[in-house]
């Protein structure tokens, strides 16, 4: 629901100007761009960003890929000592 705000209409989400009085709606302001700040700031900003980006890929790399990795090592192992196992009770055994 868009209020009006030159006449108090109540106006449907999707209207681009009032029923009522058919002032137009800016429901896009303009927004701040990093283009818009002192390059001092700017700099610190995208420097900020630069490490963030960093970490994430960082964080990914041991996160996301090599979790699989580790799991069908683990079970190779796993795997591999059960059979050892296995193998020396049968050997016991005799
Ligand atoms: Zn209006």
Redesign the pocket.
């Given at each position: 629901m868009i209020v009006?705000k030159?006449?108090?209409?109540e106006n449907l989400d999707n209207a681009l100007y009032?029923?009522?009085?058919?002032?137009l709606f800016h429901k896009k302001e303009k927004m701040m761009t990093i283009e818009d700040l002192p390059s001092e700031i700017k700099s610190q900003l995208l420097d900020q960003k630069k490490k963030a980006e960093e970490k994430f890929i960082i964080s990914n790399l041991f996160s996301g890929v090599p979790r699989k990795k580790l799991l069908t090592l683990a079970i190779i192992i796993g795997a591999t000592i059960i059979l050892f196992l296995i193998a020396f009770l049968f050997s016991c055994g005799k």
């Amino acid at each position: 629901m868009i209020v009006c705000k030159r006449c108090g209409y109540e106006n449907l989400d999707n209207a681009l100007y009032c029923n009522l009085c058919k002032e137009l709606f800016h429901k896009k302001e303009k927004m701040m761009t990093i283009e818009d700040l002192p390059s001092e700031i700017k700099s610190q900003l995208l420097d900020q960003k630069k490490k963030a980006e960093e970490k994430f890929i960082i964080s990914n790399l041991f996160s996301g890929v090599p979790r699989k990795k580790l799991l069908t090592l683990a079970i190779i192992i796993g795997a591999t000592i059960i059979l050892f196992l296995i193998a020396f009770l049968f050997s016991c055994g005799k």
